[in-house]
């Protein structure tokens, strides 16, 4: 029942907030043209729901031509792109992505791809609910804490999942955001922590193989 009030409350803010945003957004925009060549809005394909892929929408602030996947060049900030992101404010397009209902204000962050394809089966349940602009991984320390501790705090939101829960994250998200800690993952961090799923993917894939094999061995005795 809560995910419908939820979905319904997420609709009518989303809504209010693109219309009293409308003109700082458009200035946004404008700064984002004057400061470097390319698109104002940045979009990426990103994991939500059950694994299903969406478009994903920010505010740019890199360079037009910045890879994240190409991991032998560090990220390339525009000017203007430093203090959005330090502010968060090239978060405030997914508005749009809200109001489509492919995301919600609170819920797992949506990754890339890669991080769910790297994924064991049970760490895949933080997609089990609408990924969100901020969530209980955020307040816990944002990218300050491994990818493993953020999963793990992305299960506990879907374990506890409540409108209690919810109200906790939110005003502990307007700490965080002022705060400015763990604010930027660059493409090291993306690395590293691709990395580091690959490796527990193949740890949890060993260890389940073994427990297949005791199994075997136990019911045949």
């Known amino acids: ?7 319904m409350f997420d609709f009518i803010i989303a809504i209010i ?16 043209k004057l400061d470097s060549k390319g698109p104002v809005f940045f979009k990426q394909e990103r994991t ?3 694994g299903k892929n969406f478009k994903v929408y920010k505010f740019r602030s890199m360079t037009a031509n910045n890879d994240v996947h190409d991991f032998s060049k560090q990220d390339q900030h525009t000017k ?17 992505n809200i109001i489509k209902g492919e995301m919600s204000f609170i819920g797992p962050r949506p990754w890339i791809p890669d991080y769910y394809e790297n994924m064991t089966e049970y760490q895949r349940h933080r997609n089990d609910v609408l990924p969100g602009i901020t969530g209980l991984a955020q307040i816990k320390g944002r990218n300050n804490i491994s990818i493993l501790a953020k999963i793990n705090y992305d299960l506990e939101y879907v374990k506890n999942y409540s409108f ?4 906790k994250i939110f005003f502990l998200t ?21 990395e580091t799923l690959i490796e527990h993917e193949k740890e949890y894939e060993k260890n389940k193989e ?11 005795v």
């Open 17 to 32: 907030l693109i219309i009293i945003f409308l003109v700082p957004m458009l200035i946004i925009g404008i700064l984002i």
């Open 48 to 50: 939500g729901k059950y």
């Open 1 to 7: 029942m809560y995910q419908y009030i939820k979905r």
């Open 80 to 96: 203007i792109g430093n203090i959005l992101r330090k502010l968060s404010l090239d978060e405030l397009p997914q508005l749009i």
């Open 210 to 220: 073994l427990e297949n094999e005791n199994r075997r061995r136990a019911e045949e």
């Open 174 to 194: 307007i700490k965080t955001v002022l705060s400015k800690e763990g604010a930027d993952a660059g493409k090291s961090t993306i690395q590293t922590e691709l």
């Open 164 to 167: 209690i829960q919810d109200v």
